[in-house]
């Protein structure tokens, strides 16, 4: 089993930055791929960036086009940890943002894909 705790999440205004850590453990996840969802009220969760794990091209990332240019994702395998450094926020960031792992390497922006999932963080931005 693998368990993920998000943390970083916070208030923050418009054009401000936040940087979101998802810890891991249970299992290594070196060779999992990582994503990053998010879920505003009263929407559906969608998709906002995904990394690969070792022995899959790795470090290779994917990103919704909402978040292009503004969101990096990355990756400390010694520390187990997964991050999302979020720019140039805007008030339409705002949502509950989970991280979850996905057992195979390969990144997905598919949530259906994802084996493991935190219980997430708040993120808002006010304008």
């Known amino acids: 089993q693998v368990q993920l705790a998000e943390s970083g999440g916070g208030l923050v205004q418009a054009g401000g930055s936040l940087r979101l850590s998802c810890a891991a453990s249970?299992?290594?996840?070196?060779?999992?791929?990582m994503g990053w969802f998010r879920q505003a009220p009263g929407k559906e969760r969608e998709s906002v960036a995904s990394i690969s794990g070792s022995g899959w091209s790795t470090g290779r990332t994917a990103y919704a086009d909402s978040v292009k240019g503004r969101f990096t994702i990355s990756r400390d395998n010694a520390k187990n940890t997964v991050y999302l450094q979020m720019n140039s926020l805007k008030p339409e960031d705002t949502a509950i943002y989970y991280c979850a792992a996905k057992f195979a390497a390969g990144p997905t922006m598919r949530a259906l894909d994802y084996n493991y999932w935190g219980q997430g963080t708040q993120v808002t931005v006010s304008s």
């Open positions: 249970g299992r290594t996840v070196s060779y999992y791929a």
